[in-house]
């Protein structure tokens, strides 16, 4: 009944979407294993589900963090099977946290190591988006460094908490409270839907035309389980699943947005320039508002409700 539900929520709001181009990015590539899979069974599922669906070759945005034989194997894997790898800093730091001086050797530990990996391509995008906006010295310094040492921008235009649904579906493992696996994994590809539709639906308003999209998903398990259906889920309502290489060709990669404060949020950067008034963010990257629809769906309980930390089992009867 909840499948049918949750197709049907699908379908109304896909209906009359616009056709567009989209490419899969996955970030913090190789992720270590989580509530489903050990990190090496994530890696050959994900090689094998883009495999199997035809999908062309997608960019995984990768920190090698040191020179772990796994990490570097896994990445091998992902690169030797056709797909991008590229640079995402060595460690993950956030640019508000560090200083520029840091965050620079950060991507250049991480160049060294990923140089051997085939497919490997200078594309850069900064952990957490942050490009130390408010941080203007900062900020100069570091786009200096990257357009001198000839990385382009890995920018996104179709941002998604998917991180965030991830995080939820670990902590209610952990806690040992009932999953349903299916439940979750439909409601995920409803919301990644829903977040195409808003961002072409801005690129529409503010480009007046559909670009290729970049979206930003992340390397874990719940990309790796739904992976299947999301791709046919995108592509029954009417979008195209395109190389990673030729989203980046499309005229919204013109290296002028590059030095703008926003410039990985790429929509949000052009959308700011020509003074949109509208939303430039869905109510989808709000992650009170994700909790409340998790409610509703009765996929979490009440938040703090009393009796769930005695029992998962009343708990479950009060959602
Ligand atoms: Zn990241």
Redesign the pocket.
Known sequence: MRTILTLCLIQALTAGAYAAEIALSF??APQPGGWSLTGTERTERFIKVLREKGVPPVVF?A?PRGEQEENLSRLLKYGEAGHVIAN?TND?PDLGAVSGKEFVQSIATADAALTPIPNYKKWF?Y??LNEGQDAEQKRYFVKNYLKQNGYRSGYITIETFDWYIDDHINTETKQGNPVDKSHWIQFYIAMIVELVEFYDNLALEVLGRSPVHVILL?ENDVNALSLPELIDQIRLSGHTLVSADRAYEDPIADTKWDQHRFSQRRLMAIAVESQYEGQVSSRWIDTDYIDQRLREAGLLCQENYFFCSFSSWLCEKIC
């Open positions: 970030d913090d945005y920190n995402h993950h995008r952990p957490y992340h």
